[in-house]
Structure formats: C-alpha cells, structure tokens
C-alpha cells in the first residue's frame, strides 16, 4: 500500500523529575490539541524498551501538507504556558520530521514498535530492501515506510515556529520504517536481526505502546 499519507515524526527525552508534569501536558491538552487539528488522523504515543530516545510518537495525517496548515501552524506559534514550560526544558533532545508514508504492509498496529531512523533519505532504499524478510517475521502486524517530505517551508527555508524557537533547534530524519510487532519477544528477535552486520549507521529502537487517539474521539 502507498498512499502518501502524512506523519508527524518525533523522538525526545523528559528532564529527570519532570516527568508528572510532562504526563499531565500530553493527556491534559497537548494529544487533544493535535489530533483534533482538521486533517489530522491520529495520534499513537510510545515509551522505549530499548531506544537512544525515551519518547516515540507519530501523528498520522490526511497528506503531509497538513502539517504545513494554518491551523497547525497556529497552534505551533501560540503555545499554551504549559506548553511554554514544558517546551523550556522539559521537552529535550527532538528529533522532527514531517514525513510521507510511502509503503506500507498490513493494518493492524501491536503493541510493540521497532522503529530505524536514519538521517539520509537514500537509506530508504536500504530499508525497503528489508520489507518482505521483516514481514515474514514471526509477530509483525504492520510494516510502514517513511520519508521526509519534501514539500513546505522546511524545504524552502523558514524560521522556526515558536514552539521550536523555545526548546531549540530539532534534529531530522531522511527516512524510516516501523515495524509493529504483537509481542516483546518477537519485537526483540527483529531488534538482533536488524543490528546484524549490514545495517550500520541505523538508529535502531525498540518501543512499547503507550496510548492512541483519534480525531474522531476529539470530536466525540
């Protein structure tokens, strides 16, 4: 399947001590703030298991040039004061990309997630060369596909939107794939696998589902 629907790609840390509040932030405005952005499909939180990054979390869009919107585009240049202080210290470490899903296999999303970043867009060729061994896995549900997208004012040249005014310049991904798995073991099998020879300069992380939520259930 392609059909180049939008993600909204983010990894970062929690400042030690802080992390009450920045839990409080997610579920008691930031989740709901996003998805119920028209356009915006939903949004899927997870906490690592084995992963550089404590946080992984990805919006699913309509297209990608939703995330290039004057509604979203609002709510990045008019933080909420929570937002203002969780994005002050507690939000670290970003990595965020606005990315294309370009490929994708199966429907059902698991309860783990294997996620491999690489800063190079040419990586996806790689990764796509991984798709059908990785499907053939015992306990993977979903394999997905993405690339920076090469459309907006990330590409054209901007100055940064408010809330990344705040917590400082973001890192970027070039390209992605996603592996949902059903169970921890068979996710950790995919983990040694990919971390074999031949799979150099990948970020590999391994993920636990946190929570989902949907536009639909905003509207609700």
């Not at 400042?15 to 409080?24: F, I, N, P, Q, V």
């Not at 690339?147 to 040249?157: D, L």
């Amino acid at each position: 399947m392609n059909n180049g629907s939008g993600i909204l790609a983010l990894w970062n840390d929690c400042t030690a001590g802080s992390e009450d509040l920045y839990e409080r932030w997610y579920h008691g405005e930031h989740l709901s703030d996003r998805v119920s952005i028209e356009g915006f499909r939903l949004g899927r939180r997870h906490e690592a298991v084995d992963a550089r990054s404590r946080f992984f979390t990805y919006y699913e869009t309509d297209s990608p040039e939703v995330l290039f919107s004057p509604a979203y585009f609002h709510q990045l240049d008019n933080p909420s004061p929570l937002t203002r202080r969780i994005m002050n210290g507690v939000f670290i470490n970003a990595t965020r990309s606005v990315c294309t899903r370009v490929q994708q296999i199966g429907v059902e999303r698991g309860g783990f997630v294997v996620a491999i970043r690489s800063p190079s867009i040419e990586t996806e060729t790689l990764l796509a060369g991984s798709l059908d061994t990785l499907w053939k896995q015992p306990g993977v549900v979903r394999i997905e596909l993405w690339r920076r997208a090469t459309v907006g004012p990330e590409f054209t040249g901007h100055d940064p939107r408010q809330e990344e005014q705040i917590r400082g310049p973001d890192e970027q991904i070039g390209s992605c794939l996603v592996i949902h798995a059903t169970r921890l073991k068979e996710a950790e099998s995919i983990v040694r696998y990919l971390r074999e020879p031949g799979h150099q300069g990948l970020d590999i992380g391994l993920y636990r589902f946190l929570c989902e939520l949907r536009h639909e259930e905003c509207q609700a």
